[in-house]
């Protein structure tokens, strides 16, 4: 598997695992490859705009519960065959136990518990395939290799439907996405999700290039980085450079120490430059004389509706999944003078205030303490380790650049989703290297 049996700075090697035969080594590579292939296209890719769901109706998706149920039991299987019983046991100790936990103790808060159990077990049956990504592997180099094709192969799949069928796309000048004419949303329903997941793309074509994979990784790289800059996506535009140039530079220049200072810098000035324009007109008048549209193209009314709302159930929130597109908002009169009809938003395009939405202020800081800052302190944690910094930094960009993106966009927990998976993929890698030296070969 990636990870040896031996914790990173604690305990001696223990003695090596029996090596697997080639064709056992040869199928974990592959469900490696074929699960973040999976994570990365959905299992619905190029479905479009999703029909608006309304008020009391389900939200539930057959096709992502019977194929992530289905995955599921596949991966676990495969786990218990082919990966080591003591990288399996960190997950007795993971912090996922208390991210998972603080979710599930919410479902009973939701207007309608049922469908939020759902959703929580769906996300549980996707973290499974996180896990098998990550475990399965004999070494890092097996898993650089399945990394590499099956983000090639998802870039080589999305422009072919670009050139071919470019309607399924590109997005088009009918409906409310009109704006975004001409703007590339690749197999994702728009472009400000699409741009981040390729983003992310570009960040393992830097890590399969420092593995020596240099053809894959060129290739990954130009292609990510042409979709990123049709996307028309100007903030991620400016979080990816940020990102990376973060951890390479500090890498070379400082190490993760000042690379870190440098994060929490960075994160105060966006969140000031963001969500600190609803809370103070000073931040306000900042953002508008260094922002073309300081509103963000009005998330700032969706901001602001989101945190009056906080206010009114600021210990527990309302529930996993129980507040957006749920009687709570559905049934409110229409705001004629908004930009955005609150009604039908699907979520506050901010994973913190979400995060309080949801669980209320305290499990908000919870989960923003397991999500965002312990894994850099992971990050810490593994750099230690020679053999892991390659892929500790590769999670390590991918965390500092979602820990921006949230300030824009909602994932935390948000079951199947591309950007949560990748993410949540990041989150573990960085558990496991944190614990566990990474092998080479």
């Known amino acids: 598997m990636t990870f040896g049996s031996a914790e990173t700075g604690t305990a001696p090697a223990a003695a090596a695992p029996a090596a697997p035969t080639d064709t056992a080594r040869l199928t974990a590579a592959l469900l490696s490859g074929f699960g973040l292939f999976i994570m990365i296209l959905t299992l619905q890719p190029f479905a479009g705009v999703p029909d608006s769901v309304e008020a009391g109706a389900s939200t539930g998706n057959v096709v992502n519960q019977i194929g992530y149920v289905s995955l599921a039991i596949l991966y676990l299987w495969a786990m218990?065959?082919?990966?080591?019983?003591a990288a399996l046991a960190q997950l007795r100790s993971s912090s996922w136990i208390i991210v998972l936990l603080v979710a599930a103790l919410s479902t009973g808060r939701a207007p309608d518990p049922e469908a939020s159990l759902r959703?929580?077990?769906?996300?549980?049956?996707?973290?499974?395939?996180?896990?098998?990504?990550?475990?399965?592997?004999?070494?890092?180099?097996?898993f650089a290799s399945a990394a590499a094709n099956a983000t090639l192969a998802v870039l080589l799949l999305v422009y072919a439907v670009i050139l071919l069928a470019p309607q399924l796309a590109i997005h088009g000048a009918e409906g409310?996405?009109?704006?975004?004419?001409?703007?590339?949303?690749?197999?994702?329903?728009?472009?400000?999700?699409?741009a981040p997941v390729f983003s992310i793309l570009i960040m393992f074509g830097i890590y399969c290039w420092r593995l020596g994979f240099r053809l894959r990784g060129l290739l990954i790289i130009g292609l990510g980085a042409i979709f990123v800059l049709n996307s028309g996506s100007k903030t991620t535009m400016g979080f990816l450079p940020v990102a990376i140039g973060l951890v390479l530079l500090g890498r070379a220049m400082a190490g993760p120490r000042l690379i870190l200072l440098a994060h929490a810098a960075l994160v105060l000035l966006v969140a000031a430059l963001t969500i600190g324009t609803v809370l103070s007109p000073t931040l306000l008048r900042i953002s508008s004389a260094l922002i073309s549209d300081p509103t963000f193209t009005g998330r700032d009314e969706i901001w602001r509706f989101a945190s009056a709302h906080i206010g009114e159930k600021p210990w527990f929130g309302y529930g996993y999944f129980g507040f957006w597109q749920t009687p709570v908002v559905s049934t409110l009169e229409?705001?004629?003078?908004?930009?955005?009809?609150?009604?039908?938003?699907?979520?506050?395009?901010?994973?913190?205030?979400?995060?309080?939405?949801?669980?209320?202020?305290?499990?908000?800081?919870?989960?923003t303490w397991c999500l965002m800052i312990l894994p850099l302190r992971n990050y810490l944690r593994a750099d230690r380790i020679a053999a892991s910094r390659n892929l500790a930094d590769l999670f390590a960009m991918i965390v500092i650049f979602m820990t921006y993106v949230g300030m824009l966009e909602s994932f935390f927990l948000n079951r199947a989703d591309p950007l949560w998976m990748v993410f949540a993929l990041a989150v573990s890698g960085l558990e496991f290297a944190s614990r566990m030296s990474t092998r080479r070969v």
Do not use: C, Q
């Open 119 to 142: 959703a929580l077990l769906l996300t549980a049956f996707a973290m499974v395939v996180v896990v098998g990504v990550l475990l399965l592997p004999r070494s890092e180099r097996d």
């Open 80 to 85: 218990l065959r082919l990966s080591e019983r």
């Open 334 to 367: 229409e705001n004629f003078e908004a930009s955005w009809d609150v009604r039908g938003i699907g979520s506050a395009h901010n994973s913190y205030l979400d995060a309080m939405v949801m669980f209320g202020i305290p499990g908000a800081i919870v989960m």
């Open 176 to 194: 409310v996405e009109g704006g975004h004419a001409g703007d590339w949303r690749g197999h994702l329903s728009h472009k400000n999700f699409a």
